[in-house]
């Protein structure tokens, strides 16, 4: 090969090289460009998975709390037999040592930690582990029965405090205090009669219609907190 060639080539290589690392560069931009405008819309559907996930845990739940009272004359657990009764992880070792569950893993959603203990009785389990919230009757210890009306709220997200309506027919707007799996974005509820729903808060940072208008019941209810 020609002498010249060969310094042709080296008088080449380091503008190429330059011109690499440029298109590099600029393909570097544009794949963050691109993650930038598509991000909000990956992070929205992940979010709207894991409320899905949620609204899954409140069904079952729901439907388990329904079993646990068919077999126990009507009467829902209340954490009966426990240390804990009367607070949330008392109703789930209710349902965990009596082998309405499997594991704990669908008591935990959102931002609480998984319940990860070794205890055949699952007397480790804490209210860390929790994200619902239960109804109970007049006080924490006395059971709800299946008589309650199908609008009552029976699991629901933890961290904020419900004062159940006292009239039929009033309703109830939650404020939400931001200390829930969900923060402000809402809270996850399921209704004795099985329907189970993610209500968005609006602005304001209430979620309407936690307890409709149409819930006509006077009877004493109260809040199973963890």
């Not at 992940?46 to 077999?71: C, G, M």
């Not at 919230?133 to 904020?160: K, Q």
């Amino acid at each position: 090969m020609p002498r010249n060639l060969f310094r042709y080539i080296e008088h080449r290589s380091p503008v190429q090289s330059g011109l690499t690392r440029i298109e590099l560069l600029v393909f570097v931009a544009l794949v963050l460009i691109l993650v930038a405008v598509l991000w909000p819309f990956v992070s929205n559907h992940f979010e709207q998975a894991e409320i899905n996930r949620a609204v899954d845990s409140a069904r079952t739940i729901n439907t388990i709390l329904s079993q646990y009272a068919t077999d126990n004359n009507g009467v829902y657990p209340v954490g009966e037999g426990t240390p804990a009764a009367g607070k949330s992880e008392g109703i789930a070792r209710n349902l965990l040592e009596n082998n309405y569950l499997p594991d704990a893993r669908v008591f935990a959603v959102g931002t609480t930690a998984r319940y990860s203990g070794k205890a055949s009785d699952f007397s480790d389990i804490t209210g860390a582990n929790l994200s619902w919230d239960f109804t109970a009757g007049a006080t924490p210890t006395t059971g709800l029965t299946t008589s309650a009306p199908d609008l009552l709220p029976i699991v629901y997200g933890t961290g904020e405090s419900v004062t159940y309506p006292t009239h039929p027919g009033i309703g109830l707007d939650l404020a939400l205090s931001g200390t829930g799996p969900y923060g402000n974005k809402g809270i996850v509820v399921a209704y004795k009669g099985g329907n189970a729903v993610f209500i968005r808060a609006t602005p304001a940072g209430e979620c309407p219609g936690f307890i409709s208008p149409e819930f006509n019941s006077a009877g004493p209810y109260t809040q199973i907190k963890p």
